[in-house]
């Protein structure tokens, strides 16, 4: 026990920052995928009961199949941010836990490959939740032209 070298200081805060990092992450982006699914879905399912109990006709129909089908895209968007979101959290681990033990030039090269996939997951992941806010305000005006 007494020739073992004591961990250098950066190895143990870059430990810590990652899971720090995964953990914030995680949280904040699952908070908004998993808010986007339940305001979709539930915007879907408000719309779907009021045209049940009316009777639509012309364009309202139109506007009604429209409204729905971009609600549930809405909720399609946001599944896929929240996939695009664990593979983001996925990288970061990779790239900390690698960044912690720096040992050669060949393990530099996979850090900056982890950390390029993690910027490119990252911007994806925001984009579809971007998309998935804009398709519910497409949806919510279609739905107010659908009521008339």
């Given at each position: 026990?007494d020739n073992?070298?004591?961990?250098?200081?950066?190895?143990?805060?870059?430990?810590?920052?990652?899971?720090?990092d995964?953990?914030?992450?995680v949280?904040?982006?699952?908070?908004l995928?998993?808010?986007?699914?339940?305001?979709?879905?539930g915007?879907?399912?408000?719309?779907l009961?009021?045209?049940?109990?009316?009777?639509?006709?012309?364009?309202?129909?139109s506007?009604?199949?429209l409204?729905?089908?971009?609600?549930?895209?809405?909720?399609?968007?946001?599944?896929f941010?929240?996939?695009?979101?664990r593979?983001t959290?996925?990288e970061?681990?990779?790239?900390?836990e690698?960044?912690?033990?720096?040992?050669?030039?060949?393990?530099?090269?996979?850090?900056k490959?982890?950390r390029?996939?993690?910027v490119?997951s990252?911007?994806k992941?925001?984009?579809l939740?971007i998309?998935?806010?804009?398709?519910?305000?497409?949806?919510?005006?279609?739905?107010?032209?659908?009521?008339?």
């Amino acid at each position: 026990m007494d020739n073992q070298t004591p961990e250098d200081p950066y190895q143990i805060l870059a430990r810590e920052r990652s899971h720090e990092d995964s953990r914030q992450t995680v949280a904040t982006n699952r908070m908004l995928f998993q808010s986007l699914v339940l305001i979709n879905g539930g915007a879907a399912i408000a719309a779907l009961a009021y045209y049940g109990a009316h009777n639509l006709s012309g364009a309202g129909k139109s506007a009604a199949l429209l409204t729905i089908i971009l609600y549930c895209l809405g909720v399609f968007t946001a599944v896929f941010a929240g996939l695009y979101v664990r593979r983001t959290t996925q990288e970061w681990e990779s790239f900390w836990e690698l960044k912690s033990y720096p040992d050669s030039a060949e393990q530099e090269r996979i850090i900056k490959g982890h950390r390029e996939h993690a910027v490119r997951s990252k911007r994806k992941s925001a984009a579809l939740l971007i998309s998935s806010e804009v398709l519910f305000l497409v949806a919510s005006l279609c739905l107010v032209v659908s009521l008339g």
